[in-house]
Every structure is written in C-alpha cells, then in structure tokens.
C-alpha cells in the first residue's frame, strides 16, 4: 500500500502566481522513512499542507492512505489528518496555555479513532501520554511543568509525542530539529525514528540540511521532483 | 464542541488580566444600564402613583399638562381659579362619592402651602391606593393649625409644636410674610415619596383667614386684622385652585368629566389623573430615556472594547491556531473557538453586572428610600431588564462573530504554517 502517491500535482498559492509546486509523480510507500529536502522556499511546507489537506492542488491527484484528496470535502480531509497524520514543526509546537499532558494528549480530542488506537494497549490515555514521554525522555517532574518552562529540545519531544500518540500511519516533521544544536539535533531524529518505527508510522521528515539525512530509507530533493522550480531557473 | 468550549475558557484564561478587565468594564456598563433601567421603572411608576383612587382633577380650563403640574405636583400657579359656588355645585352632583377642594399660592421656605378640607387626610391616596399616615399628631382641627409633608418637616426640623409663617407667593426669597398669623405644626404625614412630602398642609379657611387684610397679592395698607380676632369673619373661601373628586363608581366617570368639561357658568377642565400622568411622562421622561441612551452606550464602548482586544490577541494565537489545525480542527472549530470567547466574557461580565447591581441595590436601598422616598424593591431582575440583557447578549453574538471569522479566514491563509 502506498501512503502518499502523487500525480501530476500542480499548486500555486493564487491565480497570478507563478506555480509553486508542479510534481509530475511521488510515491511513499508505508513504513518508509523519507528524508525530504530543498533549499528555503523550494515549496518543501507548501507540499506539506497539501498532504494534510488544508491545502488543495489547482491540478493532478493526490491520494492519501488510498483516500483521494482531491475528491474529499475540507470537513473530511481534516478528519483524515486528524485520524492518519502526526505533525510536528519546526519551533513553538506547544499549546501555552496547556499542560504537557493535555497538550500530548491533543492530538486524541480532535480524533476518535487516534484515541481507540491510544488506549488498545490497555492503557488510560494518561498512562499512554505518559508512556510516550518517559520514551522521549521527558522526566515525570517536567511532565507538571507549564509548558513554556520547558526548554526548546524537551518542547519538541513533547510535540513529537503528540504527533505520535494513537499511533498515526504517518508523522510528518516539518524541520523539527533546526532550533537544536548539532548534537541534540541527532539525538532527536534517532528518538523520533524509533519511535517511529515501534508504532509502525512512515516517516516524512524535511529539513534543508542534508547531514541529516543518514538512516533515512530514501532521500528525496525537492528541486528534483518540483518541475516549477527548474522552469523558474530556466527562465 | 464541549472540548472546543474547555480550550476557550483555558486559553481565556491564560490571558485573565486583559480579559478580566474588559469583563469588568462589561460589568459595570451592564449594572450601570440595569441600573438606570430600573431607576427608571421605579421613578415612572412612583411618578405615576403620584395620586390613586381620584377619579378626575378638575380646574380652570388650562391645559391637562398645566392643570396636573400645579394640582397635583405643586409646581406653577393656575391661572385662573374655580368659584366657590362651582365647586358647590360640583360636590352635590349624585355620582360625586367624595371632593377635596384645594388652594394653592402660598409658600414655606420653598415647600408649597396647601389649602384643604379634613376629608384630604380621609381620602387623598397614592401609590397603590395606599392613604396618608401620621408617623406623629393629627390631621388640623384649629384655624391656625399646620400638617407637614415628612421631607417639609425633616428638610426643616420641625416638630409637633412647632410656630411657623407662611409666606404669600410660590419661591423662596424676598416674599412677603404672613408674619402675623402664625400656625402651629400639629401633625406629621409618613413618607409617600409622592408631592404630598413636600407639602404644608393647612385648612381651607386658614388660607381665608391670612388673606383678609390682603387685596391683590398686597398687604392693604392700615388694615390690620389680629389673628385673635380672624376666627370671627366669614371664612367660606371665595375661590379654590382646584379639585380632586372620587366617584362612586368608575363608570360614571367619561359623564362626570363631559359635564364638568360643557359646565356653562365658567370654562372648567376635568382630566383623569392616570392619562395626565402618562402624558406628563411622555415630557419629563425624556431625559430618563436619553439616560437610558447613554448607558446603552456605555455597554457599546464595553462590547467594542472586547472584541478589540480579542482582535488584538488573534496575531499572536495564529501559531496556536496553526496547532489546532495540524491535529484535525476544522475551520469552524476555529470560528467557534473564536467566538465563544467574546460570548464568555460577555455573559460572565453580564451575571457579574446583574451581581454588582443586586448587591449595591441592597446596600443603598434605605438610603435612597430615605432621601428620594423611592422604594427600591430587592428585586434581582425583571421581564423588561432580561428583554435589555438579551438585547446586550443578542449585540454581542453579533460582535464576537468578528473575530471567530477573523480567525477563520486566518487559518485558512495561513494552513499549517503561519507567517508572523
Ligand atoms: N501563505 C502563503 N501565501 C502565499 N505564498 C506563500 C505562502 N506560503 C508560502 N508561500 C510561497 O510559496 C513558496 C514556497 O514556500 P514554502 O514555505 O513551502 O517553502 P519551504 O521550502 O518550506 O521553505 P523553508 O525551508 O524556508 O521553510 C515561497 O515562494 C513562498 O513565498
Ligand atoms: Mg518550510
């Protein structure tokens, strides 16, 4: 089964626009860790809401989990989203006004079925928020913290938690990693691709570092797949 | 939708200082409207209840407005009097159950002086056809005897006993004096919160008396006749200012007042009380309206501030927006998380106002019965005032659905990745 599958996708954020992303094909299949990158503004978050579905190609087909998109209602592609995909951005990934708990625990309000899949293990959704967080290794004292007293690396951990708690099929990182340092950048992405891996999720991580880019199963260079922006440099 | 309500009192919470200001501000605008609102019943019905139980005020022909200023208000002076042989006539008519003729055009340190007859005290009522109490004395039996108003008597310390003059003319200063009849406070009304506190109630024929030695609003020069000696004239008044009649019953009471309106021996006018009154608050319920205005503005002000300040904070929650979209909020998952905060605050700001104003009504009742004779009943709210709050609720909906859509168009631009 393949998870992303993409044909002939044209996108441009309005009608005078030049095209921002005009991809003839892609396909992700399930399980696979993909490492997607581009230089800035290579439309790598552009591709990103289009796969969540808040975004919607001006052409082609995009298919998610076997859902065509492109023949959904908006209410339905959020429902989608909210049941198959875990997200996690590049910085401010946290609610403020919640506590890491409840922010973890997000991601199962807007989805049922996120929380059928939280709890099957046999435990409370509490004691799964927790599970996952000793995993990232956010000690439980932290876990009563205010959120915004956490430090930039531990917010992120606690993002990545909520992205992949009721174990979505896919978990998208949106550079996670780029306000850590080298060191904790690394120690992150081997965190989230194991975890990745216990729950069984295709990995779709962007960064426009290559160095990061060693342990993913396949590299993909946006420039490469993106016709729009070879046009753009032909012209 | 209850989890969506939740994040909203959470993240409303999370920002408790701006918008608990704005709540208190929505708050006090609301207690100050509910306030005025009620201010307002009550004096219109106190005003109302000025006189009970009479059945038409007659008086020289004037207008109704004019007839009931001075009749029943005290204020101004008629005109034109009624012969005392009119009022005979009037008073012997069969469907005449009772009259209180009265005399107007004296003064006591600014307090109206009224002429009347004993059957005042018998069958003058106000309110809810409550008659006159006596918190001291009794109604005047002696020529020279006075009964105070209980604002006149307070306002000037009298008490039984008590000598006072009266002056010849309505205002305070440079009247001249019946310095040489002296009355006696012999009696003290209880509290109406009507014209009748304010009144020096004294009889028909004391007002006859002061005026023997007096012609043309003027003391006759070399003419003096003692008080001593008063008792001794004929003191059947010539003229009185008006009347109040009672009738037996209420049917007669369109005949009663075409009669005396047709009456051929000089140009009368009889009104019926409750329509005067209603045409007289059409004039000086003007202003209480035009307060009423104001304080409907005072909660605009409160409203606008709100959704300002909601507005305001919709740039810095585009993140957190950004956020609940990622997990699978939708649009109107925004809109209504958007939206609900400003009828939150609303409606608790609007419990609140109703809970300030119960409170301080409770706190300055006695105080206002006691210095406006305005009885503030310990209600917390009535039909008129929910018809006001559901006005401020309904304006309110409106007004929060502005930023609900501003966050809804937000997040639409914005998608998962907002630009700040
Ligand atoms: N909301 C938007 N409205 C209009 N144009 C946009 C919007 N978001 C992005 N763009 C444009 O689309 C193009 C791709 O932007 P995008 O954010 O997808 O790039 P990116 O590869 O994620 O860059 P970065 O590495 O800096 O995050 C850019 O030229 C950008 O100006
Ligand atoms: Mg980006």
Redesign the pocket.
């Known amino acids: 089964m393949s998870v992303v599958k993409i044909e002939n996708l044209l996108f441009r954020?309005?009608a005078q626009?030049r095209a921002?992303l005009d991809i003839p094909a892609l396909e992700v299949r399930a399980g696979e860790h993909i490492f997607l990158y581009?230089?800035?503004?290579?439309?790598?978050?552009?591709?990103l809401g289009l796969l969540g579905g808040v975004l919607v190609p001006e052409q082609g087909t995009l298919a998610l989990l076997d859902h065509q998109l492109t023949a959904m209602s908006s209410a339905a592609r959020d429902r989608l989203r909210a049941d198959h995909i875990g997200f996690l951005f590049q910085q401010f990934n946290l609610i403020p006004y919640l506590s890491v708990l409840d922010n973890v625990l997000l991601s199962c309000r807007f989805s049922s079925r996120r929380r059928e899949r939280a709890i099957a293990s046999g435990n409370t959704l509490h004691e799964e928020a927790q599970r996952l967080l000793d995993h990232l290794d956010i000690a439980a004292e932290l876990q009563h913290r205010p959120v915004t007293q956490l430090s930039v690396g531990q917010q992120q951990r606690v993002a990545a938690a909520r992205a992949l708690i009721g174990r979505p099929e896919i978990v998208i990182a949106d550079?996670p990693t780029s306000a850590l340092d080298a060191e904790r950048q690394t120690a992150f992405l081997d965190l989230l691709s194991r975890e990745c891996i216990t729950a069984g999720a295709t990995l779709l991580f962007v960064s426009?570092d290559r160095r990061l880019s060693a342990g993913f199963d396949r590299e993909i260079a946006?420039p490469a797949i993106n016709r729009a922006l070879t046009e753009k440099e032909a012209a | 939708m209850k989890y969506l309500l939740a994040l909203a009192a959470r993240s409303a919470w999370n920002r408790k200082l701006t918008l608990g200001l704005t709540l208190m501000s929505i708050a006090l605008s609301v207690a100050l409207l509910l306030g005025v609102e009620r201010v307002r019943q009550d004096a219109q019905e106190s005003f109302a209840q000025s006189v009970s139980g009479t059945d038409l005020v007659v008086g020289a022909r004037t207008s109704p407005v004019q007839l009931m200023l001075y009749a029943v208000f005290h204020i101004g002076e008629a005109t034109n009097n009624i012969h005392w042989k009119t009022y005979q006539d009037l008073a012997a008519q069969p469907a005449v159950a009772w009259s209180i003729p009265i005399s107007l055009g004296d003064s006591h340190h600014g307090f109206p002086v009224l002429g009347t007859t004993p059957d005042y005290f018998e069958h003058f009522h106000y309110g809810e056809a409550q008659p006159l109490a006596f918190t001291q004395g009794q109604p005047f039996a002696g020529l020279f005897d006075a009964v105070l108003g209980a604002e006149a008597a307070e306002h000037l310390g009298y008490k039984l006993g008590d000598r006072i003059t009266l002056s010849h003319g309505m205002g305070d200063i440079g009247l001249a004096e019946h310095a040489d009849k002296p009355f006696t406070v012999v009696g003290i009304l209880a509290r109406t919160g009507t014209p009748v506190d304010r009144t020096v109630h004294v009889s028909l024929e004391a007002i006859e008396a002061i005026h023997l030695d007096w012609q043309g609003g003027a003391k006759i020069p070399g003419i003096t006749i003692p008080a001593e000696y008063a008792g001794k004239f004929n003191l059947t008044p010539r003229e009185v200012t008006a009347v109040l009649v009672g009738l037996k019953s209420r049917a007669a009471v369109f005949r009663m007042q075409r009669y005396v309106n047709d009456y051929s021996m000089e140009p009368l006018l009889a009104v019926l009380p409750g329509v005067a009154l209603d045409q007289l608050w059409q004039v000086v319920g003007v202003a209480e309206r035009a307060l009423l205005a104001v304080s409907g503005m005072v909660v605009a002000v409160g409203l606008c501030g709100l959704i300002a300040v909601i507005l305001a904070s919709l740039n810095e929650r585009r993140r957190e927006l950004a956020i609940l979209r990622s997990v699978g909020a939708r649009p109107r998952d925004v809109f209504l998380l958007l939206s609900a905060e400003g009828l939150f605050i609303t409606l608790c700001g609007t419990l609140l106002g109703m809970i300030l104003l119960t409170a301080s009504s409770a706190m300055l009742a006695p105080f206002i019965q006691s210095h406006y004779g305005l009885l503030i009943e310990p209600k917390f709210i009535s039909a008129d005032e929910l018809g006001l709050l559901g006005i401020v609720m309904g304006v309110s909906l409106l007004a929060s659905l502005a930023p609900g859509y501003g966050a809804y168009r937000l997040s639409l631009?914005?998608?998962l990745?907002p630009?700040i």
């Open positions: 954020w309005s626009s921002c581009g230089p800035s503004g290579s439309g790598k978050s552009t591709l550079e426009h946006l | 631009a914005d998608g990745t630009r």
